[in-house]
C-alpha cells in the first residue's frame, strides 16, 4: 500500500506541478464593484509543497480517489509507467550504443557463420531455460534475414539455482566440441529442440548419450571430458563475463556490444542493427 501511494503521489504531482489556492471571494450584490478591495494574486503552490501536503493528509487523496474514473485514473498510470521505462531504454541503448562492450573472441571461439561478418550477436544462455528456447528461436530468424551479414557466438550462463541440468548440458556440449567444434552446434540445436528432454538427470544423460551417438561421435570420451576441469574452466569464463556485462537472467545478447537482456523480438534487433548502421539485410 505504501508503495502504490508513493506512484500515486509521484504520478499526482508530476501532472500537477502547481495548484492556485486563496484565490479571492466572489462578490456578493450587496458589495459594489466599486468598493471591492483589490485582488491579491493567487498564492502557487510548489511541487514540493504539495507533496508534503498530500503525505502530511493521505485520507484527502484517498478520499479524491474513490470519486475519479477509476479505470481512466490506472491507464494514465499505466501509461505514464510505460512512457517511463521507453524513455529509460532510450536512454540505456544511447549510452549502449556509445559505450558497446567488448566480448572475448579469438581464434578458439567457436563461430557460427562467416567469421568476417560485419554484425557479431553473441548469447549468453542457458539450454534448460525456456526463455531461452525462445532466444534460439529468435536467433534462428535474425540468421535467416541476415545470413552472411552476421555471425553467432554462443556462451554459457547455466543458471544452475533454477534448472539442474543446464550445466550438464553446457558441459557436454563442451565435450562435444573437443571431438568436432562443428558437430557442437548441431548438439547445441538438438538441446533447445528437446528442452522437455532435460527435465531430470537420468532423463537428460541418456539423452546426451544417444544425441552424442546420433551425432556419430564418442559418447564415453564425451561423458569423460564433460567431467574434466578444462571444461569447467570454459563454462566459468563465459559466466564471469556475462555478470561482468551486468547480464543477471538468460539470456543475454550482445549485438556487436550493444546489450539486449531478455528474448526481444527480432524487431527489436533489427532497430539496434539499423542504428549501428547495418540495417539492410543480406
Not at 550438464?168 to 558437430?183: D, F, G, I, N, Y
Amino acid at each position: 500500500m505504501k508503495r502504490s501511494f508513493s506512484a500515486v503521489l509521484t504520478l499526482l504531482c508530476a501532472a500537477a506541478p502547481c495548484f492556485a489556492a486563496d484565490a479571492p471571494a466572489a462578490m456578493t450584490p450587496e458589495t459594489p464593484a466599486a468598493a471591492a478591495p483589490a485582488a491579491k494574486p493567487a498564492h502557487r503552490i510548489s511541487r514540493e509543497e504539495l507533496e508534503q501536503a498530500l503525505n502530511d493528509y493521505p485520507d484527502v487523496l484517498m478520499s479524491a480517489l474513490l470519486k475519479v474514473d477509476k479505470a481512466a485514473f490506472f491507464k494514465l498510470v499505466i501509461d505514464s509507467q510505460n512512457a517511463y521505462k521507453a524513455a529509460e531504454q532510450e536512454r540505456e541503448l544511447a549510452e549502449a550504443l556509445k559505450n558497446p562492450y567488448s566480448p572475448k573472441i579469438d581464434d578458439k571461439t567457436r563461430i557460427r557463420g562467416d567469421k568476417n561478418a560485419p554484425i557479431t550477436l553473441v548469447e549468453y544462455s542457458d539450454f534448460e531455460c525456456p526463455y531461452c528456447g525462445q532466444g534460439y528461436q529468435i536467433v534462428e530468424q535474425l540468421k535467416d534475414k541476415y545470413g552472411a551479414k552476421m555471425r553467432f557466438i554462443y556462451k554459457h550462463m547455466p543458471l544452475v539455482n533454477l534448472h539442474p541440468q543446464a550445466m550438464p548440458a553446457a558441459r557436454w556440449q563442451e565435450a562435444v566440441a573437443l571431438q568436432s567444434p562443428e558437430k557442437a552446434w548441431l548438439f547445441h540445436d538438438k538441446m533447445f529442440e528437446n528442452q522437455a528432454k532435460l527435465g531430470d538427470a537420468k532423463t537428460a544423460d541418456a539423452f546426451f548419450h544417444q544425441t552424442v551417438k546420433d551425432l556419430g561421435l564418442d559418447d564415453k570420451k564425451a561423458e569423460k571430458d564433460a567431467a574434466s576441469k578444462a571444461v569447467q574452466d570454459k563454462i566459468d569464463a563465459d559466466v564471469k563475463e556475462a555478470e561482468a556485462f551486468g547480464f543477471t537472467g538468460t539470456p543475454g545478447f550482445l549485438v556487436n556490444g550493444v546489450a539486449v537482456r531478455g528474448a526481444y523480438p527480432p524487431a527489436y534487433f533489427d532497430m539496434i542493427i539499423g542504428k549501428l548502421g547495418l540495417g539492410s539485410a543480406e
